[in-house]
């Protein structure tokens, strides 16, 4: 791996802002501004969900790949995937790659003992996160995020994409409170180990339309995981969107879709969400989001800080992987050369 050292901690501060990215292409990336990274997760190469196996079975292939596209970094994954908390630290740390996050689905609508083993679920993956930011030396203002989703709920996944002017299926007051207090719970958890929280809207979920984003913010002080592909398919203006939320914004999901599955579906009225989602996201440039144009207005305004990029894929056959690597390192080499020359 082109300028980095084996075997010693990564601090993404000054190992990573203060020097040119490491890509196999870096004539094509050009310089990444002063703070900003770009870090991946391993849903993008088919890991999610309890009980997910790796592309090969070895997290650390894993890692070995996007440390070799030139990524600074990369989400957990799953609760325990990499291992224990000590044995997390020690592959992000032989891969010199930093712990960015990790997303933690909490069911808000769901009973209280589900949501009990969610949260349960939540302090391993702090457990882990606050692992890998004590081993690397990572300072408070860059710590790991603890990124909470609502998982929604089987009719929702029959219902991607409701209209704003249709709330039927929209939580009530009362579930808008218990969401809320279950986040500060969350958050007070993601704090007590160092870490940033935020939290993701998702489409199918209930925080998916640009107004439940709204009610969110009005009622917790959680910070905000603007996942650009998101909220373009849950009919928001990513930019539009970047411009009302920026000062909650601590955190940005870079993907690109095609809206016309999306649309197909719906028509249908299809109920296998997770077969007809494997076919949304594609390569960076080959969608329907404009990412131009939301990473100048991102730069412009002065973020600097994470960008994750995420390309949601079916699990991935071992046969599979060598493809699927390369197309994430297409997309690193894509998206830092566009950040580069929006710089």
């Not at 601090?11 to 004539?27: E, L, S």
């Not at 993956?125 to 995020?145: M, S, V």
């Not at 935020?198 to 913010?217: A, K």
């Not at 940005?252 to 197909?264: N, P, Q, Y």
Request: hydrophobic share 40%; proline share 6%; charged share 20%.
């Amino acid at each position: 791996m082109t300028g980095r050292t084996t075997g010693s901690a990564v601090n993404p501060d000054t190992d990573y802002a203060t020097h040119p990215t490491t890509t196999p292409d870096t004539h094509l990336s050009g310089r990444l501004p002063d703070g900003i990274l770009i870090g991946n997760a391993p849903v993008s190469y088919g890991v999610y969900g309890e009980g997910a196996g790796g592309p090969d079975s070895s997290p650390g292939a894993l890692l070995a790949s996007m440390a070799e596209a030139g990524y600074h970094g990369s989400e957990l994954g799953p609760p325990g995937f990499f291992g224990t908390p000590e044995q997390t630290a020690a592959l992000f740390t032989e891969h010199r790659l930093a712990a960015v996050g990790a997303y933690i689905p909490v069911h808000y609508a769901l009973g209280d003992d589900v949501v009990e083993h969610d949260l349960a679920r939540m302090e391993q993956t702090c457990r882990e996160l606050a692992a890998c930011a004590e081993a690397a030396g990572t300072p408070a203002d860059r710590a790991p995020l603890a990124i909470l989703a609502d998982e929604g709920s089987q009719t929702l996944l029959h219902h991607p994409a409701r209209s704003w002017d249709d709330r039927s299926l929209a939580l009530d007051e009362a579930g808008w409170e218990r969401l809320a207090r279950l986040s500060e719970r969350a958050v007070a958890m993601a704090r007590s180990y160092g870490l940033r929280p935020s939290f993701h809207p998702h489409i199918s979920t209930y925080v998916e339309s640009p107004w439940e984003v709204e009610r969110l913010l009005e009622l917790t002080e959680v910070g905000l995981t603007l996942d650009i592909a998101h909220i373009q398919l849950a009919g928001g203006d990513p930019v539009e969107c970047l411009r009302a939320w920026r000062e909650r914004i601590n955190h940005v999901h870079v993907k690109d879709v095609r809206m016309a599955v999306l649309t197909d579906a719906k028509a249908a009225g299809r109920t296998d969400f997770d077969e007809w989602w494997a076919d949304v996201c594609v390569p960076f440039g080959e969608g329907d989001v404009d990412i131009d144009a939301f990473l100048a207005e991102l730069l412009r305004g002065g973020y600097r800080d994470w960008l994750l990029v995420e390309q949601d894929r079916a699990p991935t056959p071992a046969d599979q992987y060598p493809q699927v690597a390369a197309e994430q390192a297409a997309n690193y080499a894509w998206l830092a050369a566009k950040v580069a020359a929006h710089s």
